[in-house]
């Protein structure tokens, strides 16, 4: 895009109001690409003069004359070529420092500008009246399922203890969500590793952009991972699949977040915690096909919000709110009466080829064809707090027991918690 889709590129990033902020960076893209060209044909130039150069000095030695002169000039080639591909790696670096670095361009169909030009494209279900509902935290603590204190004690803040109906609810969620997507909706199950390498963080988008927020291992050299996303998006980096697409897995996993830009925000409860629980789904699709896969993936998301008879809505975010790594992005929020606000509970998003690029994830459309990228999309299916505290807010009955909703009761074994 910076050498051939320049406008493009530029407009995308107005349309995130990122274009001031951003334009430096993609002037000095462009010049570094265009020294880069300029490197590699000058090295390309003197390695023909260097082998032209080899060849006379062999004619030269067959027929028993001086080659002295010949050899002086193959080594200063030889060291020229040595001074331009060091020079040429310091441009390569520096370049492929600032492609990571901006953001992918979100499609036509995104509202441009700030966050408060998203739309809500569809509802379901009534919301509870909030009056009289105790938050989450409360009645959860009443009936012995959420722990916030001794988990600060043995954590700090920013983690919780899920303890008996709690826990065993947390673990029913679990059950439900994959048996779901598995069974119904057609995903492969996959339990993936929860330390992945810096070249998985980087093709997911992670690195270098949200190193802040990540848990890192000693010398960085492995990340607790944010999301299932990024080791399952993952699974095919460098390989091309042969396999049919689209291709679908879904994963859970516990999650590992500083919440670094987070601070005074959804701090009461379980809403914004540093470690939690989330059936993730990943999607590879053709590329004319990625539209109609968000729109599918999505839909599996929304299932199982209709199935817990929580109400929600969906709302496609404008380009100033959508991730860096998006081209678009749908959140699905429910509504949760004890704190009386909408909870974001899932965002499914359609990455085009923004992930496959950097982590080289290609498909061969048919026997013989060349290869393409694929394109990814994800969406959480679903995250376990934010959807236990809308279960305990919107199912609380007046003895200040709370209902557990039909699809639920075969994994919890119960129809009523407390």
Not at 223 to 232: K, N, W
Not at 306 to 313: A, D, H, S, T, W
Not at 338 to 350: F, M, R
Request: charged share 30%; hydrophobic share 40%; aromatic share 6%.
């Amino acid at each position: 895009m910076l050498r051939e889709q320049i406008d493009a590129l530029r407009e995308g990033m107005r349309r995130r109001g990122l274009l001031d902020t951003l334009a430096p960076i993609i002037d000095r893209g462009q010049a570094l690409d265009r020294e880069r060209r300029s490197l590699i044909q000058a090295t390309d130039e003197r390695k023909a003069r260097r082998n032209a150069n080899a060849q006379d000095v062999a004619r030269r030695k067959r027929a028993g004359e001086s080659a002295d002169e010949l050899i002086a000039e193959g080594r200063a080639l030889g060291d020229e070529i040595g001074a331009l591909e060091r020079e040429l790696a310091g441009v390569e670096a520096e370049l492929r420092t600032i492609l990571l670095e901006i953001p992918n361009v979100t499609l036509p169909d995104v509202p441009e500008g700030p966050e408060e030009n998203g739309v809500i494209v569809r509802t379901w279900g009534t919301p509870r009246d909030s009056a009289g509902v105790l938050p989450h935290w409360e009645i959860g603590a009443r009936l012995g399922m959420i722990d916030l204190e001794r988990a600060s004690k043995v954590s700090g803040s920013g983690f919780v203890f899920y303890r008996g109906l709690g826990a065993r609810l947390a673990r029913s969620l679990m059950n439900f969500f994959l048996d779901t997507h598995r069974t119904e909706h057609g995903y492969e199950e996959v339990w993936p590793p929860l330390l992945v390498n810096r070249a998985t963080m980087t093709g997911t988008g992670q690195l270098p952009k949200f190193e802040d927020d990540a848990y890192a291992t000693r010398g960085d050299e492995y990340f607790l991972i944010p999301t299932a996303e990024v080791p399952v998006t993952n699974l095919y980096r460098d390989e091309i699949i042969d396999a049919p697409l689209p291709m679908a897995f879904a994963a859970y996993s516990r999650c590992f977040r500083r919440e670094a830009g987070s601070a005074g925000k959804d701090t009461r409860g379980i809403l914004r915690t540093h470690e939690f629980d989330k059936v993730e789904l990943v999607r590879y699709a053709a590329p004319e096909s990625s539209g109609e896969q968000l729109e599918l993936l999505t839909r599996h998301a929304e299932t199982l919000l209709e199935r817990l008879g929580l109400p929600y809505r969906r709302k496609l975010l404008s380009a100033g709110d959508t991730g860096a790594n998006s081209a678009m992005t749908y959140d699905l929020e429910v509504w949760a009466p004890g704190v009386g606000t909408w909870l974001e509970v899932s965002s499914c998003s359609n990455f085009i080829d923004y992930q496959a690029r950097r982590a080289n994830i290609r498909y061969r459309p048919a026997k013989g064809e060349k290869p393409r990228l694929v394109h990814t999309l994800n969406g959480s299916g679903l995250a376990f707090p934010r959807t236990i505290a809308a279960l305990l807010e919107h199912y609380q009955n007046a003895d200040g027991s709370v209902a557990v909703p039909a699809a639920l009761q075969p994994y919890l074994g119960t129809d009523r918690l407390g």
